[in-house]
């Protein structure tokens, strides 16, 4: 195998064989690198994934190593995240605008606070859950909607 075939969160690493590591139990270890002496705790396994948690000197890093299918899934386009274009907000409750957080014309991405609806006293801010660009925006502040209105239309 190359030897690029490890990850420190999420970033390949070329491996040296300039360290040693001595297990202190199943959890603790010491790492000697280059002479000097770091010491290790794993904090999560997921070997399934082939994924380590460790905190080496107060620093926590997620360590991972490639599988034999890893590189044919990332020919194929199946290890990026499918992020939805977005084309209406509907109103998930019945309420009232308190705030529109957006434009139109802007670039929306997901997690975006869009706009803020009251509902039963409580105020609750309608984040995106995709893409998109504000094409129009057909609520106005103090206005009350029905569950399912259409509140923001998307490009």
Not at 22 to 51: P, Q, S
Request: proline letters at 2%.
């Amino acid at each position: 195998m190359a030897n690029q075939d490890w990850k420190l969160d999420g970033e390949e690493v070329l491996v040296s064989h300039q360290s040693e590591i001595i297990w202190e139990d199943d959890r603790f270890f010491t790492m000697t690198y280059k002479g000097k002496n770091f010491h290790g705790e794993i904090m999560e396994e997921n070997l399934e994934n082939r994924m380590l948690k460790v905190k080496i000197n107060h620093c926590e890093y997620l360590i991972s190593k490639k599988g034999p299918l890893d590189e044919l899934i990332a020919q194929l386009g199946l290890d990026k995240v499918k992020i939805r274009k977005l084309s209406q907000l509907k109103s998930p409750m019945p309420g009232r605008i308190v705030a529109i957080s957006i434009s139109v014309g802007d670039e929306i991405e997901v997690g975006d606070s869009l706009l803020t609806l009251e509902a039963m006293k409580m105020e609750n801010v309608l984040k995106s859950e995709g893409v998109g660009i504000v094409k129009s925006i057909e609520v106005k502040t103090d206005q009350v909607v029905d569950k399912g209105a259409v509140l923001v239309t998307f490009e």
